[in-house]
């Protein structure tokens, strides 16, 4: 049971990346979905996440407009697409599955990181020229 993330690298900025977070052993149909990242010396923020109900979807302010989720149920599948990269986007980007939870998110933290069920490991994304 586990959450695979891939898709991370090196971007020059005004660049685009997907990033994807495949699930196996459970199906995320239940589960709200989330990204996080992790940039050196800083806190873990919350960038993007749809809830388990599927109405609500959340963005960071900071990616509001060049960052869009999405599921691909039939994939079992979670996706990150990044646009109009920045260098302040650099960072670790980790993907996160919470059972039947909604999309709270308190300047950046979510309400209930200690009660999330799977974290992926981290895909590294470096903006960079």
């Known amino acids: 049971v586990q959450l695979q993330a891939s898709g991370g690298g090196l971007v020059q900025p005004g660049g685009s990346l997907r990033l994807s977070c495949a699930a196996s052993?459970?199906?995320?149909?239940?589960?709200?979905i989330m990204w996080f990242r992790q940039a050196p010396g800083k806190e873990r923020e919350g960038v993007s996440c749809?809830?388990?109900?599927?109405?609500?979807?959340y963005y960071a302010d900071s990616v509001k407009g060049r960052f869009t989720i999405s599921i691909d149920n039939g994939k079992n599948t979670m996706y990150l697409q990044m646009n109009s990269l920045k260098p302040e986007d650099t960072a670790v980007y980790y993907c996160?599955?919470?059972?039947?939870?909604?999309?709270?998110?308190?300047?950046?933290?979510?309400?209930?990181?200690?009660?999330?069920?799977?974290w992926g490991k981290g895909t590294q994304v470096t903006v960079s020229s």
């Open positions: 996160a599955a919470d059972l039947a939870a909604p999309c709270i998110f308190y300047s950046g933290s979510y309400f209930d990181t200690d009660g999330m069920d799977y």
């Open positions: 052993g459970f199906t995320l149909d239940y589960y709200a």
């Open positions: 749809i809830s388990s109900s599927r109405d609500t979807i």
